[in-house]
């Protein structure tokens, strides 16, 4: 949770680096938080709740997702390959779950 939390502290910096635990505790609360809302959503008759927790993280998801391409040595511009239906959706997969570089132009590991 202090991976989620940290996250959110760091709400919009899109500089720096972000290991892979960092990034994927991220993602793994975000998820389980998500499912959560959407199951009472559900329950409830309404998606209110994952609509406004989604936009809520948003930018925090992009900052994070920029700092783990830049631990990659990538640009986080990268991160627009979600536009693309499925194959940008694998090849940003293959870009998180590499191996962080020593130090880059983002900073020293």
């Known amino acids: 949770m202090d991976y989620f939390i940290g996250a959110l502290k760091k709400y919009a910096d899109f ?6 635990t960092e990034y994927w505790m991220f ?16 329950l409830l ?3 209110l709740f994952s609509l406004l927790f989604s936009l809520a993280l948003l930018v925090p998801s992009l900052s994070i997702g920029a700092r ?5 040595g ?10 693309i ?24 590991n």
């Open 85 to 108: 239906p499925i194959l940008g959706f694998i090849v940003l997969i293959v870009f998180f779950v590499q191996d962080s570089h020593d130090e880059n132009s983002y900073g020293s």
């Open 74 to 83: 990538r640009s986080g511009w990268w991160q627009l390959l979600f536009i």
């Open 27 to 42: 993602v793994l609360f975000y998820t389980i938080i998500y499912l959560a809302l959407a199951l009472v959503g559900s």
């Open 45 to 47: 008759g309404t998606e």
């Open 15 to 20: 500089s720096g680096r972000a290991r892979r």
């Open 68 to 72: 783990r391409l830049h631990d990659t």
